[in-house]
Nanobody
Framework: QVQLVESGRGLVQPGGSLTLSCAAS????????MGWYRQAPGKQRELVAS???????NYADSVKGRFTISRDNAKSTVYLQMNLLQSEDTAVYYC?????????WGPGTQVTVSS
């Protein structure tokens, strides 16, 4: 069973920055397309950023130009650099495979943007 462990939780002011990390306990991590998802209170979980095995990236319109997803295959880790954070970015953030096949969800990491 693959384990996903997200880290980097924090409370930041609007306009601030935060970097999240997600380590996956899986062999051949490099072959998987990965994504960062978030779930705000009372809302559905949504995909905010994805990165393919070839490191092509895609972003939700709401975060485009502010968030950057990257990966380190040697560490089986995917990152999410978040800049110009807004209150609307407050959510629990998760990583998982991109696409229909998913591993079990990790615990996520809380990001709160507030003054």
């Amino acid at each position: 069973q693959v384990q996903l462990v997200e880290s980097g939780r924090g409370l930041v002011q609007p306009g601030g920055s935060l970097t999240l990390s997600c380590a996956a306990s899986v062999r051949f991590f490099s072959i998987y397309d990965m994504g960062w998802y978030r779930q705000a209170p009372g809302k559905q979980r949504e995909l905010v950023a994805s990165i393919t095995s070839g490191s092509s990236t895609n972003y939700a319109d709401s975060v485009k130009g502010r968030f950057t997803i990257s990966r380190d295959n040697a560490k089986s880790t995917v990152y999410l650099q978040m800049n110009l954070l807004q209150s609307e970015d407050t959510a629990v953030y998760y990583c998982n495979r991109d696409g229909r096949s998913k591993w079990y969800w990790g615990p996520g990491t809380q990001v709160t943007v507030s003054s």
